[in-house]
């Protein structure tokens, strides 16, 4: 059964485990069940359900990083000429750039072109350190959507060092969300970008040159992964530069749609 949960803030709530801060459960149809504990171990509902029209939805987990993954979609890398790579290639967004659904992308400064790349993102759910292919499922709590928000100009900018940091890491340029869904078979789903209503990205995840399994397992080689830590899978064509002043959102089936403006 698939579940969507999210973390939200709610002023003046009275509710055992509720406060002014941020509080987490499951968003059904246009409620959301509040639960105690956390999100990862064991959470037991409250009892209190709230319309979700008087919630502001958060980012649904506080990751102590976001790995995101280039050249991981066939459709992109034949697209550009890339061969496939024989492990994943990967950069980190910076925690300053988290972004809560429905907030504000904001342009650096300068005339450089900014790009959006939706994406699918793998939650983690329990300690993952040095895991197996077999073992790697038992470790993803769930799915969320994705921005991968990128200042194209930078990137290589200087021909000694690609800068995917800088170019990556902008405050407000990793917006995800609005829920984490558990529950979803990853091969099943497409990812569908729009741009001020026009759909600029409609793929499917299943064009993945790595799987879920071996992406948790061949990074948590690397690096110990934590829970609600995030893996970006990539993107694939259609990925455009934005203006000030428009929209775009990230949509996938089962998850929801992440919105964001961009100033």
């Known amino acids: 059964m698939v579940k969507r949960w999210v973390r939200f803030a709610h002023a003046g709530t009275q509710g055992a485990g509720a406060s002014a801060g941020a509080c987490f459960g499951t968003l059904e149809a246009d409620q959301v069940h509040e639960h105690r504990g956390t999100m990862f171990d064991s959470p037991e509902p409250t009892g209190l ?16 990083k976001v790995v995101a993954l280039w050249n991981n979609f066939r459709a992109l890398g034949d697209k550009l000429g890339l061969s496939a790579p024989p492990e994943p290639l990967y950069f980190l967004k910076s925690p300053n750039s ?24 793998i939650v983690i759910g329990t300690l993952c350190k040095g895991v197996s292919e077999a073992a790697a499922m038992a470790h993803v709590f769930g799915y969320t959507c994705a921005n991968d928000v990128t200042a194209a100009d930078e990137l ?26 558990t529950g979803l ?14 759909v600029r990205q409609d793929y ?21 992964l934590l829970p609600g830590d995030i893996i970006l899978c990539g993107t694939s064509v259609g990925v455009g530069s ?20 961009f100033e």
Do not use: Y
């Open 98 to 121: 988290f972004l809560n659904p429905g907030e504000t992308i904001v342009k650096p400064a300068g005339d450089g072109k900014v790009v959006f790349e939706g994406e699918l993102g």
């Open 49 to 64: 359900v709230l319309p979700l029209a008087d919630v502001t939805l958060l980012a649904p987990t506080q990751p102590s």
């Open 156 to 181: 290589n900018r200087d021909p000694s060092f690609a800068q995917w940091v800088r170019s990556k890491g902008h405050d407000t340029f990793c917006p995800f969300g609005p829920a984490v869904a």
């Open 185 to 198: 078979d990853p091969a099943t789903l497409v990812v569908k970008t729009t741009l001020n209503g026009s």
């Open 204 to 224: 499917p995840v299943s064009d993945m040159r790595f799987t879920v399994a071996q992406l948790v397992s061949m990074i948590s080689q690397d690096m110990t």
């Open 242 to 261: 934005m203006k000030p002043g428009s929209t775009v959102e990230v949509h996938i089936d089962g998850i929801g749609t992440l919105v964001n403006r």
